[in-house]
């Protein structure tokens, strides 16, 4: 048996630990820049409130309604679920966590156990240690989990763990399951799914493998198929760890100056090397993406992708960085204003065993950047993030007569709260 542990509206939760006051109330939560609503609570959701919804649209579409509005706070949110994922991990066999909010277990041997009240008093544990509501999913493959967990949050009778352990069961929420939402199926396979008369997932499921062959001649989807219809067939290492990382923001305002541009993707490279090492993981390939604001058509337009293989795969994060500027380089026009820039890295291996270069390998520089890289990691991980960083990945702003000075962050955040878990300025005091 497999199981998924879902934080309930992640981030709007994670605010709600440290307001309660916020609790069935509507509550939303932004994108970077406070571009957008990217989380919502399940009372903004009732209200209408859309994911993908402008700011500046709420006080419009809302007025006189009381909306707790919150930036986004990834600090805050990787550090909660940490947590979550803490109490998972002494109480499961194995487990990988699969993204910020979910986490795949793997239940065997508790077999003789009766799991729907483990997740049961799984899901107890949760909310009075860290405070964050869950929903549980278990099935016989990762997939029918997935469709569980949906239940486990949708029907409160489920007591917020449902169990697929029967033919009938299997049936029955595969009739009522949108094929849209089925874990493996995207947008582009849903249309045309749908476009053949498939509705739901037992839809999909009721038809012969040959067909789904002939259809869509795809790995991925005859291995949803086949989960679907009971068989475990996803492999797990496709999933513990990821095949590219990218990191990427639209900017508060627009960019023309080379330096500030360059800022962003060192930062945005920093942080991809931090994933790689968070996963135990190399790049062998680092990519950059730069371009204008395509809504403003009143302005030249600009785009621009390009990539260079590293000659060892690495996650340092002085190599990526270099490497990441260097493309920038090569990238730049001057006269555009830019209005997003993002960095990926890609051709993603395990970090041992590591074969290194024959004619440019230098044993002591390489362990030189992986003590250097675990320092930082973790001065950042007490501190706080970003407590140490590159010289290039510092904000600067220049005065009339060009003198520079350093500043935090150019991200726009008005409504970030405070990070009480992670900062000693933050910490809690008690009236």
């Known amino acids: 048996m497999y199981g998924i542990i879902d934080c309930d509206n992640c981030y709007v939760s994670c605010e709600r630990v440290f307001r309660p006051d ?5 509550v939303v939560v932004l994108s970077n820049n406070d571009g957008c609503v990217v989380a919502r609570s399940n009372e903004a959701k009732r209200m209408g409130i859309k994911a993908g919804m402008p700011y500046y649209q709420l006080e419009e579409q809302f007025p006189n309604q009381k909306i707790a509005v919150f930036s986004s706070n990834y600090e805050l949110y990787g550090e909660m679920t940490g947590r979550v994922v803490d109490i998972i991990r002494q109480d499961v066999p194995a487990y990988f966590r699969y993204s910020i909010d979910e986490c795949f277990v793997y239940l065997d041997g508790m077999e003789q156990m009766d799991l729907k009240q483990w997740g049961e008093n799984l899901y107890k544990r949760i909310r009075k240690n860290v405070g964050m509501p869950v929903s549980i999913g278990l099935a016989p493959n990762k997939t029918l989990a997935k469709l569980a967990s949906h239940y486990a949050k949708k029907y409160r009778g489920y007591r917020h763990c449902c169990m697929i352990d029967s033919e009938e069961k299997r049936t029955k929420a ?4 949108p094929i849209e939402d089925v874990w493996g199926i995207g947008r582009r396979y849903a249309a045309r799914l749908k476009d053949l008369g498939i509705q739901s997932a037992y839809d999909f499921a009721a038809h012969h493998l040959d067909w789904v062959r002939a259809t869509f001649r795809n ?15 996803v492999p797990n290492e496709e999933l513990a760890n990821k095949k590219s990382i990218c990191t990427s923001r639209s900017f508060n305002g627009m960019i023309t100056d080379f330096i500030d541009l360059r800022t962003h993707v060192a930062n945005y490279a ?4 931090e994933k790689l090492r968070q996963q135990n993981t190399v790049a062998s390939i680092v990519s950059v993406f730069i371009h204008t604001n395509v809504f403003r058509e009143d302005l030249p337009q600009y785009y621009n992708f390009q990539e260079q293989r590293l000659v060892m795969p690495t ?3 002085t190599i990526i960085v270099e490497t990441a500027t260097e493309i920038l380089h090569r990238m730049f026009q001057k006269g555009f204003r830019y209005k997003k820039a993002g960095v990926i890295v890609m051709g993603i291996t395990p970090s041992t065993p590591m074969q290194p270069d024959l004619f440019d390998y230098n044993a002591e520089q390489f362990e030189k950047m992986k ?6 990691d973790r001065i950042n991980k007490v501190n706080g993030s970003e407590t140490i960083v590159l010289g290039s990945q510092q904000y600067t702003r220049r005065d009339g007569i060009g003198k520079a000075d350093v500043f935090a962050n150019t991200i726009k955040h008005d409504f970030r709260s405070k990070n009480p878990t992670t900062r000693w300025s933050d910490i809690i005091i008690l009236k």
């Open 22 to 26: 916020l609790n069935d109330k509507p």
């Open 174 to 177: 595969l009739k009522l399951y």
């Open 219 to 233: 790995i991925v989807i005859e291995r949803t198929w086949r989960e679907l219809n009971g068989e475990d067939c």
């Open 270 to 273: 920093a942080r991809c090397a």
């Open 315 to 317: 996650s340092s994060t």
């Open 371 to 376: 003590r250097l890289d675990a320092v930082i």
